[in-house]
């Protein structure tokens, strides 16, 4: 009987966060179905279930207590957000990782700066602290005479350190000359560009703070300074490849199907959720991580590119009718691997896993490069190698006459 009253207010606490959504768009939807389950199972939700048995009317929505649905709510929207924000950030990762198969890159180059003396605030340039890679300094934005306050030596806006110059119109980073760099087009130092090292000392995310103070201190010697200070800086430019190959890259990084699959993760919803274990339950501290999910979705696929690359060293293959992952072998010919595995079963076991076990008293698989020369050298005893070898090479060549005969 309690058990049958307990569902009854369970089903009262649904219907009535579900009475929030406003309509079937995404945007109205407040109380997503999947996330109905977690919300009535966390400790806010059961004490709200407990309240309204007590009341001895479970099917009474009106009776429910109001704070608890509010919090339930603002779990939802929570959730809501964090679904949101680690979607956006896969696609971005998608987006990056095909974009590294354009070849851009980061050039660097070396320059030497002259702060004449009596100046305002040494370089001249609005600086903003860099932690990603490459950490540095970014250069925003250059400064000129007009750009500086007669009373003001420092100016300070949020994260950004403005150093500025009196003595010409545009000041010395502006005017500092290039003295090497591995790309003829380097000419100037442009805003985007991102100091990464002052008289050749390399800057690192720790060390940030410290070449800001240094070219704080430059900016103060300059105006006690009678002859000018002379520094080199080195720069980083990233190079972009062309807008045409970038919007491809998106395209391709962002087809549906492709889209689809790393979207469908079950780790998505865990991740929403977790700020909010239900009942019982400990916290999974990895899933409030959101670098930590997106890397976990990511793993096998790039597992899977790494196996690409080592099998395709011999001659072999994961896709395809003749692929590892789709070869069906005859068993009565080609035993399992360790008494345990298929070939495509220890693959596919390899790329969720990132590990394979090998049966008791036995190390487990912990590479990419372990499981290719296990599954070669398991291939080559079965005298099945060549044959694969064989029937993989016949394909690409047909695929490739039958190419130049469409051409």
Known sequence: MKESTRKVAEDTLRKKLLSFNTGNNNDCILVKEENLNWLTNTNVGQQCIDKLML???PNDGAKLDVNAVNMLLSFSRNANERCLNI????KQRLIQTERQKLNEKWIE???????PPGTRLGIGAVLVPMMISPPGLLVKKFLNTSNVSPRDERLIGGSDVITATTATTSGPLENSKVISSNERSVKKVMPGDIIVAINNNRISQNTIPMALMTLTMVSQMSMM??????????LSRFCPASKELILKAQEIALEPNRLNTFLKSPYILQYSQATQPRKGEEVAYWLLNQNSVISEIFAPFERKDVLEQLFSKHKLTL?????????????????????????SSILKKFMDAGEVGRGRNKT???????????????MKACNIYEQVQQ???DKNKKRKRDKSTCL
């Open 364 to 378: 487990s698989l912990k590479t990419a490069k372990q499981v290719v020369t296990a599954v070669v050298s398991h």
């Open 109 to 115: 180059y070396d320059i030497v700066v002259v702060v």
């Open 391 to 393: 029937n993989i090479g």
């Open 87 to 90: 979607s956006q950030a896969i």
């Open 319 to 343: 896709n395809g009718s003749d692929g590892l992952l789709q070869k069906e072998f005859d068993e009565t010919n080609v035993k399992k691997m360790y008494d345990m595995y298929t070939i």
């Open 55 to 57: 009341s001895k009317m």
């Open 225 to 234: 300074n009678k002859a000018a200070q002379k520094m080199t800086f080195r």
